[in-house]
């Protein structure tokens, strides 16, 4: 499972920094695409954020166009094109 760590958030919100953190991973190479991104609750948990922090990343990144997500099987990296 992902992990990150949230003290290193400083001034910014969680889920901000949550955001950045998967979006500097897909870009680098370390998320690869295709790659099952942890379900909501369970990454919560691991992290000790709430739910609504994760979901809030995840829209982020959803609407930005580098996760999808599929009914019922959870969210995915997306192609990035260079």
Known sequence: ???YD???AGDDTLYHFLYRS???DILSGRLEADA???SKRPFANALGVSVVTVEN???QLL????IYSLPRKGFFVGVIQS
């Open 1 to 3: 499972m992902l992990s």
């Open 6 to 8: 949230i003290s290193k």
């Open 22 to 24: 998967i979006k500097d």
């Open 36 to 38: 099952k991104l942890p």
């Open 57 to 59: 990343a995840y829209e």
């Open 63 to 66: 609407a930005e166009g580098f």
